[in-house]
């Protein structure tokens, strides 16, 4: 799998992101080496990266970036024949922009490496409801060549449990053939009937003719059972509450519980 590395240029087209959006606690699962969190922490919103390369490769990540894409770039060449020419000239370009993009990314992992989590779909190390909006691009539907339904289902619920408001993900085209994921219908019924409702929207971004869709899923009425009412005796402090995780976290998300 290609460690890519999208700007937030990309991810604000990608997932239709508006200003009321950027106010808000943000995930990028997985971020890979994308330049969404330095990019957005410059100004000033709150957003954490999570990986699962973060337990091994940190500002490295970057670097491996640029070595990937020179090494593929035939395959590059030949994949992206006839893609739409708006965000990338071309595959050399895109090889461009994505060396710039894990740069950023590499300088801001090793000043804020707080911001970037290790952590593996499907069980990230956070607490429920430990994010309002969560972003998730390039992994889920695109390698649905390679991840089974199974792992969808179990990420996706997983994404919900730490969304609060919303999960975006993005696109809902299989890479290698650009056709969409086909369990997608099913898996958007089961989470239904999960009190997680979703839609499909469309979005500016299409770099992949026909890869121009995003999958919102609202998590808000959501309460899966492990989900601990704030307030709650034993409960964490609320989020927003006056002096709450803050005090002890600056990031203002929370670890998972063990066990939990
Ligand atoms: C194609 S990149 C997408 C990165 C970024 N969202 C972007 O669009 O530029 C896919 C990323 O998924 C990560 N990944 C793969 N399986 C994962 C899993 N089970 N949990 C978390 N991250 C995973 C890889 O390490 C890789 O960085």
């Known amino acids: 799998m290609l460690v890519s590395a999208r700007s937030f240029a990309e991810y604000r087209a990608m997932f239709a992101l508006g200003e009321r959006d950027l106010e808000q606690r943000i995930l990028d699962c997985p971020a890979g080496a994308a330049s969404f969190v330095a990019e957005a922490g410059r100004r000033g919103v709150d957003a954490v990266a999570v990986d699962l390369q973060y337990a091994e490769h940190r500002e490295e990540l970057g670097l491996l970036v640029e070595r990937e894409t020179a090494f593929k770039r035939e395959l590059l060449v030949k994949e992206t024949e006839g893609w739409d020419r708006s965000w990338y000239a071309d595959a050399d370009d895109m090889i461009r922009q994505w060396t710039a993009n894990a740069r950023t990314f590499r300088a801001d992992i090793a000043a804020r490496p707080e911001r970037y989590v290790a952590g593996s ?3 990230l190390p956070f607490a429920d409801d430990s994010f309002d909006l969560v972003l998730s691009s ?18 996706l619920l997983e994404l919900a449990r730490v969304a609060r408001r919303e999960v975006r993900i993005f696109p809902l085209v299989v890479y ?11 898996l958007r019924g089961e989470l239904a009937e999960l009190g997680v409702p979703s839609r499909v929207e469309q979005v500016s971004y299409e770099y992949r003719p026909g890869g121009n869709e995003l999958l919102v899923l609202s998590t808000a009425a959501h309460r899966p059972s492990a989900r601990t009412a704030p307030g709650a005796a034993g409960a964490p402090d609320a989020p927003d509450a006056p002096g709450a995780a803050e005090a002890v976290d600056p990031v203002r998300w929370r670890h998972r519980e063990p066990g939990t």
Not at 138 to 155: I, K, M, P, T, V
């Open 121 to 123: 779909l499907p069980e």
């Open 138 to 155: 390039h992994l889920l539907f695109s390698y649905g060549n390679r991840l089974d339904e199974d792992f969808h289902r179990a990420a």
């Open 176 to 186: 290698d053939t650009g056709v969409r994921y086909q369990g997608l219908d099913r």
